[in-house]
Nanobody, 119 residues
Framework: QVQLVESGGGLVQPGGSLRLSCAAS????????MGWYRQAPGKQRELVAH???????NYADSLKGRFTISRGNAKNTVYLQMNTLKPEDTAVYYC?????????????WGQGTQVTVSS
């Protein structure tokens, strides 16, 4: 069974940085794309960034320039470097992955990691 395991969340002061990691276990295939979504209290889950296995990236417009997504050398790993964090970045961050099959795309989600930006 495929599982996405996130790490790296925590409490950080405004202006600080965090690096989130996500690794897939139990997979024998390579995901077409991996990325991050986030959900703040009382809000809908929203895209943060995604990256394909070819290196094409897609960011939420409001986060360009502060957040950087990258894929690791190990298969099915992805990172999110978050700089100049703001209180409004506080949310649960979810790892997301897409697998393409002959019948369409399959989506996988991690359990989420809490990021809190506060002084």
């Amino acid at each position: 069974q495929v599982q996405l395991v996130e790490s790296g969340g925590g409490l950080v002061q405004p202006g600080g940085s965090l690096r989130l990691s996500c690794a897939a276990s139990g997979s024998i295939f390579t995901f077409y794309s991996m990325g991050w979504y986030r959900q703040a209290p009382g809000k809908q889950r929203e895209l943060v960034a995604h990256i394909t296995n070819g290196g094409t990236t897609n960011y939420a417009d409001s986060l360009k320039g502060r957040f950087t997504i990258s894929r690791g050398n190990a298969k099915n790993t992805v990172y999110l470097q978050m700089n100049t964090l703001k209180p409004e970045d506080t949310a649960v961050y979810y790892c997301h992955a897409l697998r393409t099959t002959a019948l369409g795309s399959l989506a996988y989600w991690g359990q989420g990691t809490q990021v809190t930006v506060s002084s």
